[in-house]
Every structure is written in C-alpha cells, then in structure tokens.
C-alpha cells in the first residue's frame, strides 16, 4: 500500500517537540469481523483474477477494497452493505477502546482519539454520550473549531476529543 500513503514525521514538522510515545495494543477480531474481513479478501482474490494480476488497470478498486478492510478492523458497521443494525455487530477494536476509555477517566487522564472515518468517531461519540462521559467532537463540518479546542484545553473535567484526521491536528495539547 506504500505507494497510496503520504506521511509526514513529526521529528521532520518540528524538531523541539518531545519524541513520540506509543503503546501497540494488539486485539483479536470477533468471528463476525474475521467472516466479513475474509469474504472481502476474497472479493480482493476475484479481483486479482478478473486482471490478469494487473492491479493498475483497477487501481481504484484496490484502493477501495483496502479501505474497507481497514473499516471492518475499526468496526464492521462502517461498510454500507452490511446487512445486520450496528448494535448487532461486534468490533474487537471498539471493545478495546471502551475499556481504555473507563482507564483513561478512572485515572483522571485526557485522550485525543483521531479517525479517518468520521462515522466511527460517531459511533464512539454515541458511546460516550450513553456513558455520560464528556467529550469534544471536531471534523470537517465543524464550525467554531478554535472555541473546541480551547475548551478541551481549558477543562480538564472533558476527559476525550474526538477528531477527524483530516480536520484534527494543530492547537491540540
């Protein structure tokens, strides 16, 4: 997938901020996840063969199958063709991410949770409201960023921001 992505590292953006900390945290797919990953893995294969192994003459294709095996790990209710109600379905990776979220307020830290997909941040933002825990909401149809971003880095009682890539990232502490 390299020749899709375009990234640019911080020590390259700004030289005085702090080295990056990260923690990898692995979680197993649910079956319904594996089942749905490997039905459009398969689709991949039948694409694979319909080219000839030429992927450049379905280059968008690709780039769509991709993504939605990137949207079943986040959470299966991403793909529009899934026939089941999201509270039908479930992900691994959100699980994980509730229990790190009860973590992170229990010991009175504060998160920034970035996403690709904006419906994801909503379905976390769904979650948060059902936990009555607070939270910042930025993406591209945000109006008024500035006044969020403040708010989230004037009161420490919202634990959680929740922002689009595409719209997150500068400002932020």
């Known amino acids: 997938i390299k020749p899709f992505i375009l990234r ?3 020590k390259d953006l700004l030289k005085q901020l702090p080295p990056k900390q990260e923690q990898i945290l692995y979680c197993e797919p649910t079956d319904k996840q594996k089942n749905l990953y490997a039905a459009v893995a398969r689709e991949a294969g039948t694409l694979y063969d ?3 192994g030429n992927f450049n003459k379905q280059r968008f294709a690709v ?3 991709l993504l939605r095996l990137r949207q079943i790990c986040c959470h299966p209710s991403l793909i529009p063709d ?3 109600t999201p509270d039908e379905i479930d992900s691994a990776k959100f699980e994980l ?3 790190l979220l009860y973590e992170i307020r229990d010991s009175s830290h504060r998160v920034l949770i970035f996403s690709q997909f904006t419906s994801m941040l909503k379905i976390i933002a769904k979650w948060l409201n059902e936990e009555d825990i607070k939270f910042e909401y930025l993406d591209g149809g945000t109006n008024e960023r500035q006044k969020k971003v403040d708010r989230f880095n ?3 009682s919202i634990p959680v921001f929740l922002l689009s890539l595409k719209a997150g990232g500068t400002g932020l502490n």
């Open 50 to 52: 319909k080219t000839g």
């Open 8 to 10: 640019r590292l911080k």
């Open 97 to 99: 991410l509730k229990e």
């Open 63 to 65: 780039l769509a199958l």
């Open 82 to 84: 899934v026939k089941e």
């Open 154 to 156: 004037e009161d420490d």
